[in-house]
């Protein structure tokens, strides 16, 4: 078993974060560690399970930071569609969904297929499933089912 299996909550999926990405989203989580511990917390245990992927050979079909996710919310069987982004980035109204909130969290490098929990913010635990993966190069119709 690798040392990130050894480290992974049972059913959570791996996952992979660009080395681009690794330090600013470590910063943000640590930074939050004030305002919100639990989702910082979170946040910090996803980057230590991950596998560090080098900018140029993390998958397309990976959500990683400015991503468009269509996903699936499982409790509810609704799908969105959504972009992850940094915080000052964040605008619910265009669907950009920081990487610092719970769903941002949850979503953060998982692959196409992958299902993993995310706790809302009334603490509720709900089940997503990422359907399509779309990164800023591409066009992506929206969709909401």
């Keep these: 078993m690798t040392e990130a299996g050894k480290l992974r909550p049972p059913g959570a999926p791996e996952i992979a974060i660009s080395e681009d990405d690794i330090a600013h989203i470590e910063a943000l989580a640590e930074r939050a560690l ?23 050979e993390l998958p397309k079909n990976v959500v990683s930071i400015g991503s468009t996710v269509i996903y699936r919310d499982d ?48 603490n509720r635990r709900r089940m997503l499933t990422v359907i399509s993966v779309h990164q800023p190069s591409e066009t992506v119709e929206d969709e909401e089912w």
Aim: net charge positive; glycine share 10%; proline share 6%.
């Design 34 to 56: 004030q305002r919100n511990p639990a989702l910082a917390a979170r946040l910090l245990d996803e980057i230590g399970r991950a596998r560090v992927v080098p900018a140029g």
């Design 75 to 122: 409790t509810t069987g609704y799908g969105k569609t959504v972009t992850l982004v940094y915080p000052e980035d964040a605008d619910m109204t265009r669907r950009r969904v920081s990487v610092v909130s719970p769903i941002g969290v949850a979503l953060l490098g998982l692959a196409e297929g992958e299902a993993f929990y995310w706790n809302t913010r009334d």
